[in-house]
């Protein structure tokens, strides 16, 4: 089945840097990846997603790649503010129906 | 509110008794995915139901089932409960697109 590895484990970064967080899948077909966001003690929210079919999307200030070759996809978050700060799960499905996989998430801290 | 619900927000017991989650999904929904996230853990798949038939099964153990019923609600059983148990218990359900709507979770408590 699918493995979805995330790193770093925990980042750290100075308001207005910018933050990167990587995830590796192990299936191949697998082609559907979403990022969430979960704040503590809250339920884990949608924040970006992109399918295999489109290497990058962007909204506003965060944005994600997608590199098929290599089977891994990246979020980007610039000029990062204060409530950045959560815990930020990658996950990938192989379609529509089947479960997500989900990373085992990155401590964002923006220190002010 | 997400539109998806689920109920007791909080719950403590005792080891060995047995629980009861429930979810509602989203209007509209046939699907129904329960997960386990444990303390600075990510979110295990317990159990998968479209439209009242289980899809797939995660990590979850014997001790725990479900079920989703005619108006696609759903419920998770744990039963035999270990300390170990504790964690948040997370439903979503999903549409034809493709990402999860996740409910508040319900946060269970073995003493």
């Known amino acids: 089945g699918e493995n979805v590895e995330q790193h770093p484990s925990t980042l750290s970064v100075q308001e207005g840097d910018s933050a990167v967080i990587k995830c590796t899948y192990s299936d191949s077909a697998s082609n559907y990846f979403p990022w969430y966001k979960q704040e503590l003690g809250k339920r884990p929210q949608l924040i970006i997603d992109i399918r295999s079919n489109v290497g990058e999307k962007k909204d506003q200030r965060i944005a994600v790649t997608l590199n098929k070759t290599a089977k891994h996809f990246s979020l980007h978050i610039t000029e990062t503010q204060p409530e950045d700060s959560a815990v930020y799960f990658c996950?990938?499905?192989?379609?529509?129906?089947?479960?997500?996989?989900f990373g085992k998430g990155t401590r964002l801290s923006v220190i002010a | 509110d997400s539109g998806v619900t689920q109920t007791p927000k909080h719950l403590i017991t005792a080891t060995g008794q047995r629980v009861t989650l429930r979810c509602s999904p989203r209007s509209g929904d046939l699907s129904v995915y329960w997960y386990q996230q444990s303390l600075d853990q990510g979110l295990q798949f317990l159990i998968h139901y479209y439209n009242g038939e289980e899809r797939a099964k995660g990590n979850i153990l014997e001790r725990f089932s479900a079920q989703q019923f005619p108006d696609l609600h759903s419920e998770l059983n744990l039963s035999s409960l270990e300390l170990g148990d504790s964690a948040l218990y997370f439903c979503a359900s999903r549409r034809d697109d493709w990402g999860y709507t996740f409910g508040s979770g319900t946060r269970l408590t073995v003493v």
């Open positions: 996950a990938a499905t192989l379609s529509g129906n089947t479960p997500l996989v």
